[in-house]
């Protein structure tokens, strides 16, 4: 599986950006695709996850209520629309794709496949 992120940008705080992460070389059905972010200096953290087959979703504290991820089956895409943005979600965002489980999903661990990670920078 190949993942290309995309949609990063700088932006003030209250901003939104919708992220993309297009998947190519298989189908995704079976897999999870989770979105994780990772700040200078900081561990890669888990933001949000979503079943290619059911559209199950999970959020990470921090953004429930905030962001929100979806998929189109047509296009082999997944999204995250971020809204209210603040500086504190500042970082690289990835996408990757594993058979995960609603116990491991946010491991980083978890994941086989991941993106090069799309820079979001929210300035005060």
């Known amino acids: 599986v190949q993942l290309q992120a995309s949609g990063g940008g700088l932006v003030q705080a209250g901003d939104s950006l919708r992220l993309a992460c297009a998947a190519s070389?298989?189908?995704?059905?079976?897999?999870?695709i989770g979105w994780f972010r990772q700040a200078p200096g900081k561990e890669r953290e888990f933001v949000s996850v979503i079943w290619w087959s059911g559209g199950v979703t999970y959020y990470a504290d921090s953004v429930k209520g905030r962001f929100t991820v979806s998929r189109d089956n047509a296009k082999n895409t997944v999204y995250l629309q971020m809204n209210s943005l603040n500086p504190e979600d500042t970082a690289v965002y990835h996408c990757?794709?594993?058979?995960?489980?609603?116990?491991?999903?946010?491991?980083?661990?978890?994941?086989?496949?991941w993106g090069q990670g799309t820079l979001v920078t929210v300035s005060s």
């Open positions: 070389g298989r189908t995704l059905s079976g897999y999870g």
């Open positions: 990757a794709v594993g058979q995960i489980t609603s116990y491991n999903h946010r491991l980083p661990r978890s994941y086989d496949y």
